[in-house]
């Protein structure tokens, strides 16, 4: 994509005027005034950076010629650039518009490089972005050396997907990637989701590896990494020898996935960064790395996730109940708020850390999107993507005299935070939208049968049974 592609639409409605002012001058050419103003008042890379804007989006394209009409405003232009001449002379980036009459005039060169100098300021500072978000591999190609990442996989539990779909996007961002699954390949936990998938990771050229998080050298060698990101270790045991084997070798960043259940509670919900934490676990780890004098390091809080190759019943737990026209039972009074993300926003936020180590130092992330549920919606909604009707009957868990934590899979409380860090610092946004990733999870449910598997539901039947006036939500 040449600067001028934007304005395409504008060149074929000027085509006529440009045919006629061609007889008048040349295109490639400035009067020789008007260059010196241009070579004195411009530097070398202000320059090159209009030159070399290939592989901008249209609209930054857009924004960039704007800024030029902006700021050139005080020029008019007797030469409309033509999509050939637009990368090899300075005329052909200069010319703002065909409103302008038929000669290139300056009203002064003092005024010109005032005009230019904010232009070129704004100019660099977007170069500098450019370059910041720039792919790994294009960074190489550019001169730098490919990054190259070491993700240490959980082999249990709802974080294990985590690893998955951030490999894919570092992929994607140009990055050498190898994963190391704690455990062993024949352990018939690699036969579920995410594990079960890996050969999608392989065909992207994703190195993948199993071993122990004790003795990370054994497992991936004499490799050397520049980032390292523990998915793995919730206590201080486990992740300390994954962080001083990093720090020993070299690696510049190290990330941590950590949770959102690291906070205490608060009479005052949302959970945003720098409130107030439990001691122990996580946040000793946090505190450990913080100290060991990485060039980079995060720390990253999830909650609830959904998305394909996800293992942990969260969903699962309503649509097993709404396939077979089974109420949902939830603790009272069933409008406590949560929030659940799609995994791939919690991958996209981990990438751009990857991206922007400055921007990530030091910081904690929580790594979540942008939105809560509650405890019934997340019913409602389960019911939507299924097609089906649902009854919800909230209950009280002492009066039924069951444990919680067995009979529901979320919090019977508020437990719900917000990624303010992530979109002030990195720039991120949220993509989840859980009424179609819903869906999403639904159909890959019925397209492993669950929906005709045999399931059991005496906790079900012993609330039910002690509940004497059941209360709809």
């Not at 190195?207 to 004790?214: C, D, E, K, Y």
């Amino acid at each position: 994509m040449n600067f001028w592609a934007p304005g395409k639409k504008w060149m074929r409605e000027t085509e006529t005027n440009e045919r006629q002012t061609k007889k008048e001058a040349s295109t490639n050419s400035l009067p020789p005034e008007v260059r010196a103003a241009v070579d004195a008042t411009l530097s070398h890379s202000f320059k090159r950076n209009f030159a070399s804007a290939e592989g901008e989006s249209t609209r930054e394209m857009a924004t960039l010629q704007a800024a030029v009409c902006s700021n050139f405003a005080q020029l008019t232009c007797n030469a409309v650039p033509s999509a050939s001449s637009t990368r090899s002379s300075n005329s052909a980036w200069l010319c703002p518009s065909s409103k302008f009459s038929s000669e290139l005039r300056l009203s002064s060169v003092s005024s010109f490089s005032q005009s230019t100098s904010a232009l070129q300021k704004s100019t660099i500072v977007s170069q500098v972005r450019r370059e910041s978000l720039m792919p790994a591999a294009a960074r190489a190609a550019a001169g730098g050396k490919e990054q190259n990442v070491l993700i240490i996989n959980t082999n249990s539990g709802g974080h294990a997907v985590i690893g998955f779909y951030f490999a894919k996007d570092l992929k994607a961002a140009g990055f050498a990637v190898t994963i190391l699954t704690v455990g062993e390949e024949s352990s018939d936990k690699m036969k579920k989701p995410p594990f079960s998938r890996f050969s999608e990771l392989k065909e992207l050229g994703v190195q993948i590896v199993w071993g122990s998080p004790a003795d990370v050298g054994a497992a991936v060698g004499s490799a050397k990494f520049d980032v390292v990101l523990d998915n793995n270790g919730k206590d201080l045991d486990t992740v300390k020898p994954v962080a001083d084997w990093a720090k020993a070798s070299g690696v510049e960043q190290f990330l941590f996935i950590s949770s959102a259940g690291i906070y205490k509670s608060t009479d005052e919900p949302p959970h945003v960064e720098g409130d107030a934490v439990k001691g122990a676990g996580h946040a000793e780890v946090e505190k450990y790395i913080s100290e060991l004098g990485f060039k980079s390091w995060a720390s990253f809080r999830p909650q609830y996730m959904t998305g394909s190759g996800n293992n942990k019943d969260c969903e699962e737990y309503f649509f097993d109940r709404i396939v077979r026209g089974r109420p949902i039972l939830i603790p009272e009074p069933g409008i406590q708020l949560t929030n659940i993300s799609h995994v791939s926003d919690l991958s996209s936020m981990l990438t751009l850390a990857a991206q922007k180590p400055e921007a990530a130092n030091g910081q904690i992330f929580n790594c979540v999107s942008d939105r809560a549920v509650t405890l019934a919606g997340i019913a409602r909604l389960c019911a939507k993507a299924a097609g089906k009707e649902v009854e919800i009957i909230t209950y009280d868990p002492k009066a039924a005299g069951v444990d919680v934590k067995k009979a529901f899979p979320f919090r019977p409380v508020h437990f719900y935070a917000e990624p303010r860090a992530a979109k002030e610092l990195l720039g991120w946004t949220s993509k989840t939208n859980l009424p179609e990733d819903l869906k999403e999870r639904y159909a890959e449910y019925i397209s492993i049968g669950r929906d005709k598997k045999d399931i059991k539901f005496e906790l079900d039947d012993k609330i039910l049974a002690v509940v004497k006036q059941p209360v709809t939500v």
